[in-house]
């Protein structure tokens, strides 16, 4: 196998791949013994038919497509084993200059990793708000927590908003009943707006035993064809009715709920935690805004194939994010009117960011000879298995490939952004 190369002006690199007569030869030889099995010729048993006679009969090229596949596959990696500076980012453009007795000539226009030329990324200001938490914030927790133990407790009183109301009801259009207007001691919250129209509204100032025909009309754009935009009406017989009662928000309560014996301590827990989590909060928007600087300071030619192989991720998560809600992606798109090469140029922009990103991001750890060590990887798997912590023999050991790689990206992340605070005023 002979090759030479050499870069494009679109920043590609071509690879001239040269096989001679006798390499080609042992490849189309391969791809026959390979797939022989799949014709058959009369006067010869399948899988014993000599290769001149498969090509007579079906051509001299039978075996040509899976012998360059072969070859393109053999003869491509022992050439990036050889070219250490040629990092591909997509499968390469192939094609075929010249192929048949003497020999295979292959063109390989390879989409290589861009030369990065970063901006500044030390010394940098980010500004920071100041978080607080306002009583009202606090006090909001603590409804919720109320919430989370209120008691619904039935009352001989009429409804009022606020109130659950325990309901039999039947509806019906034009005197004909529907699928779906009928049920029994159905609970409707009153004034939650889960009912159409007046619905709930109706029912305030009723009580438990009370009968009366609610006019309602089904909204225009309602999920059933069949009653959007019809007037009906629901003959509705109270069965109970329920008020809310909360415990009292005292010591005993924060006793009750949590660790502390006092509320004024579950209080002061609550204020510090809403704190903590604000100030997380900030930070983060921080690191992105440090992270935006460094990557809009920095100079780089985004491959397109870059681009759409990111475009190609983010669809194949939305559509697993999907799946997780009980959705297609083909039933989002008939739901959203719209398609996936829309969705996907909706995306583009994102995607065309987000590689530049990690190009900028790998470059800065290229440059500060950021790594992972043994002992990093130690301690990152280590670090919720104290009580029996494994050498790093033994983590290589019980690690798939695609495990490690997640456990040192991980660490990689966290040791760059580390480095970032420390040379950044943030």
């Not at 006019?215 to 629901?234: D, I, M, N, R, W």
């Not at 009292?248 to 002061?268: C, G, I, P, R």
């Not at 950021?370 to 494994?390: A, R």
Request: glycine letters at 6%; proline letters at 3%; aromatic letters at 8%.
């Amino acid at each position: 196998m002979k090759y030479t190369k050499k870069v494009l002006e679109d920043k590609r690199v071509q690879i001239d791949l040269t096989l001679d007569s006798k390499e080609w030869e042992e490849a189309v030889q391969g791809a026959y013994e390979k797939n022989k099995g799949k014709y058959s010729v009369q006067g010869f048993r399948k899988g014993h038919t000599p290769r001149k006679v498969l090509e007579k009969t079906y051509g001299a090229s039978l075996f040509y497509d899976e012998a360059i596949d072969n070859c393109f596959y053999r003869y491509y990696f022992e050439v990036l084993s050889k070219e250490k500076t040629i990092e591909p980012v997509a499968t390469p453009e192939i094609e075929i200059k010249k192929v048949g007795t003497e020999g295979l000539e292959l063109i390989l226009k390879i989409t290589v990793k861009p030369e990065v030329e970063l901006g500044d990324y030390k010394g940098l200001k980010v500004e920071k708000k100041e978080v607080k938490v306002t009583k009202a914030e606090v006090d909001k927790e603590l409804q919720g927590m109320l919430e989370a133990r209120v008691k619904f407790v039935e009352v001989e009183r009429e409804i009022k908003n606020g109130d659950t109301a325990t309901i039999d009801f039947s509806g019906s259009i034009d005197g004909v009943k529907f699928d779906g207007g009928t049920a029994t001691d159905f609970d409707l919250e009153i004034g939650s707006k889960s009912f159409i129209d007046t619905f709930e509204d109706q029912l305030v100032g009723l009580k438990k035993g009370d009968k009366k025909d609610v006019k309602v009309t089904f909204p225009k754009e309602y999920h059933e064809p069949s009653l959007q935009g019809k007037p009906a009406v629901f003959a509705v017989e109270v069965k109970a009715v329920k008020e809310k009662q909360y415990p009292e928000l005292n010591d005993t309560f924060a006793s009750e709920v949590s660790e502390f014996e006092t509320l004024k301590e579950l209080t002061e827990d609550t204020k510090k935690k809403l704190l903590e989590g604000k100030q997380k909060e900030e930070n983060a928007q921080a690191e992105n805004k440090l992270i935006d600087m460094i990557v809009d300071n920095a100079k780089v030619d985004v491959p397109a194939a870059m681009v759409e192989q990111q475009v190609e991720d983010f669809i194949k998560d939305f559509e697993y994010r999907l799946s997780y809600q009980g959705l297609s992606l083909a039933g989002y798109l008939q739901y959203a009117n719209t398609t996936v090469e829309a969705l996907k140029e909706s995306r583009r922009e994102d995607a065309k960011r987000t590689v530049k990103t990690r190009l900028v991001l790998e470059k800065i750890l290229v440059q500060e000879k950021i790594e992972v060590t043994d002992k990093d990887l130690e301690d990152k798997f280590n670090e919720h298995n104290k009580e029996k912590p494994k050498s790093i023999k033994e983590i290589r050991k019980t690690l798939n490939p695609e495990q490690l790689n997640y456990f040192e990206n991980s660490i990689l992340l966290n040791k760059l952004m580390a480095f970032l605070k420390e040379n950044n005023n943030m």
